[in-house]
């Protein structure tokens, strides 16, 4: 059984996230929903696509700021993950 943060607890069975998500156990014995590492490196690789093609678009600028904010998300995300032991 895992302790949920509204206070219930959860069974493995009764965990079911969302597709691009996975979980962990904090080491209070709390479950932690993550984004996956292999979604997070997909849109890493998106981002990186999108910083590179920029200057292709029209707003290059507004371009480049999105891309810089998903490679910190995805970056972020990768942190999250290996933190709780869970790499690509």
């Known amino acids: ?3 949920c943060v509204c206070g ?6 009764d965990v079911e996230p969302d597709s691009g ?7 209070a014995g709390g479950l932690v929903v993550l984004d996956h ?4 490196l997909a ?3 998106a981002a990186v696509e999108d910083l590179r093609d920029a200057p292709a678009f029209r707003g290059p600028d507004i371009v480049r700021q ?3 904010r998903a490679l910190r998300e ?3 995300a990768l942190r999250e993950a290996a933190a709780h032991g869970i790499r690509p």
Do not use: C, I
Not at 21 to 27: G, I, L, Q
Not at 37 to 40: H, K, L, Q, T, V
């Open 8 to 13: 219930e607890l959860l069974a493995a069975a």
């Open 21 to 27: 998500r996975t979980w962990a156990v904090d080491d």
């Open 43 to 45: 849109r890493l690789r």
């Open 1 to 3: 059984m895992f302790a």
């Open 37 to 40: 590492p292999g979604a997070a």
């Open 66 to 68: 999105d891309a810089v």
């Open 74 to 76: 995805a970056l972020e």
